[in-house]
């Protein structure tokens, strides 16, 4: 969406549907002279739930910042609401966790270096040494914290803490071959976005382009969803695929799996960035 | 969008933006029971222009579906908008006009005679007598009306006295090769929707198999789009590519075109029959 | 490929890698005087094994079509290859299975009737007397044989019989919701080709469009295959995938789902009327 | 195509098409002990033009690799080949050159820093002094050679001395902003790679984001091609496109670009690196 404006609010809201919710909310902003510039309202009516994100500009709203939740909260209650509020103008603070594989980092630092996303990178976390010298050319700080078999746990909260010192907003598990305990994903709540290699459900697990290659597919796929209890279960942010060729072997699949895994991851984090995911059991709902 | 629901109603809206429109609009459908079950506005910042698509359930709102257009008028004429009313349960009337190649018609048929569309298909209009025999499979009238060099005008009122005849809402030249006039296509403003077998802009006009051969490019493409007066100029509704080989003949790109036409120009009609189409200048909004 | 040419015949070869391979074969074409339209020649390295489709022109070649097997006979026992030698010009014979859905059936019968494809179609077979009048409008014997549960064999006999009478090559399963035997499938090996509605290996089985919605994924795809014994296990011949709205419900699904499934299913035809197609294991090579 | 294996060999050739081409060629490789990999040969039947692209291994073949051309010159003579002979082993020498957009030199790093291309990138050239840190990032040499209007015969011979100091192979326009002269241009004979932000030929020139947004097309595309004395008219490469929302921005349209112009150019080196693109007339066979 389009930048040649000032900052806004977001508001993201599901709640089971009745009528009167859109008139009430957007009689809310009116009436606190708010400018609404984008309004994306849908009832799945399977479910008949209502879904709902509205962005405004605050510029000229008279309800400051920080009151907003505040008198907002009543109508929420009224019906039952879940919702979550938001600013364009603050940079979010990210951490990535990687492994050996640097390209889903470089393509994020990419995005990080040339301003073009409005987020502060002020630290990476591997089990490996091996991308330290990418960390080291960015200027960003690099944790190695390897992961012993039986001692995850301990792992963990060195990362924990590491998270919590630098106020990290957003985790982003750039190919981060490992699985994260339930405790570490309750602690960040859809703030946990993982890349999987493949076309989930599809091959899910470890070795997707081999299980592709074997099961002679024709097109090899990536998704990124945010990290939940369940390996490769949590919501879908994005995907897409890509066609291969008949004569390619795993390692031209490996190969051009990469470019499609670092577009979908990034594509990912910029709709949550944007304040664009609305979590809804276990699907998602991106307002572009 | 689902179809597990009754009957709604949809109001197309553009306008100069201004503060209060979505709250004046959605506190009329409020204020008469209505329940919407989408919503789409966005403001074009470029333009400052406010665009909605919303849709409510016609069922227990308190305006009788003849009266609304009445009683919303003054809230349009207040913010100077343009605006379109449709109700989604009345079938339209579409008639196809058609040359030498029935791979679109073909396809139209498929969705008409399942019953996808809810739409009847009463007319084939076509300059030449190839495909009577399917309209007549399909017990559908079928008008020949050659189109002579320096007799268009002839040609194009007995086409318009059988469109008029036939009470036609919607007009689909599917890969109808003959150009129509301003007087024709003023006559059907935003009703009739062609199919051009090219990527436009590129490859406008005549043979853009040809253009895309000899060029070299690596995909083709189809654009439907609104039949204006300027040739392949009208607004785009939907466009498509596929994948060439570069091994592929002309004849090839011909065979592969025919699966992207068809399939873009049902995209397009579906999103014509559904109401989703806006037209905003030269471009439209698909609200999907 | 080109069709600005004469009648062609085609051999398909797959075996262990070994050097010569391509200068016996090649030779053998030069030496009777044929002319080498199209050679695509790979060899798998991880199973080093040699996979070649090759096509020459028959007119002008020495040998008379009805011995190339017997003079090619030696080298390809020599280097004890699995071949299959094809001729381009002699039209197919095609069965079309359905159940109730028309979409699939509606393109084949939109590639037969134009004559697009070189291919007889006289036959099509359902369980349901749904799409009788469908079979009628094209003048196509239409035999509604219901499956009861307890006695697929003899459905499957009176189809086989069927099938005998009408000298079949090729049975298109165009969304048959039924399973065939193992020994139906036996009789018909790499000919008889299935459209699923899904991106296998992602939900086989029934109902794929329902556990896409609940998984939410952000695309759908449909694969054709050729059948085997396993269920929704057999070699893919073509697969393809369309980006779905996070508003689509499941009928959208369905809806977008058949444009899909109708285009891979003819794609899939094409390349196996067109000799393109080699199976290799559980693979296939499609030379295009 | 795979990595399993050791150094090959690998002939482009086209010529008119005859009878024994392929036997002439394929009996040279064997009759001195080639193993052959890879063969994909192809008549373009229009002008009846022979294209091949062959690929053996180096290892056990009887001539050594600098007498190879030596004793393929009189077979090439005899048929009128144009052909070009290659090795997969030793890495290319390339130089990449800038303005001030980052995108696509950060994509470019990502693939040579991490070994995936056997290339040396050992120069990066501007006309803008933005870039120069992320060159010292990777310690690559960075030279800022300003093109004032009236000067660029100069800047070119400061650039072309450059290229011959480093001994370039492959020159990648990586968004450089300017027009090469015919004179640069002949120098690096189909070695000189472009991107252009856009699905040639629609919207050549400069802005063709701008043009996209105002013409309303519903999706973006980028082309790689080599340069010629031709703007943005050079053999194309590689071509994709990325569907964009009614609603975005030019702005947005710029954001989407970048991913796809990387990518779309990234793809086009690789192919260019394997020796699988063929130039022949305007177009261009890329064996994949």
Redesign the interface.
Known sequence: ?????GATAVLLISCP????????V??F???N??????????????TRTFLMRLEWEIEGFWIPRERVADKFGPIAERFAMQWRLCFSDGPQRMAVFVSK???CL??I??HT??G?WNVELPLIVSNHPDLES?AR??GIEYHCIPVEQDARAQAESRQLALLEQHRIDLVVLARYMQVLSDDFVSRYPNRIINIHHS?????PGAKPYHGAY??????I?ATSHYATAELDGG??I????A?I????????LV?KG??LEK?VL??AIWSHLEHQVLVY????????
């Open positions: 969406m389009a930048k040649e404006r549907d009745q009528t009167g919710l859109v008139a009430n957007t009689q902003i009116h009436a002279n708010g400018n609404i510039v984008h309004l994306d309202e849908h009832v799945d009516m399977q594989q640097s390209h470089h393509d630092l990419s270096s040339s073009e990418v050319r960015f076309f989930l459900p599809a091959f074997e099961r002679g597919v024709k097109l796929g919501p879908i994005e995907q897409d695929v066609r060729g008949d004569k390619d072997s795993v390692d031209d190969r990469k470019d577009v990034s594509r059991g276990r699907r998602t709902v991106v307002f572009r």
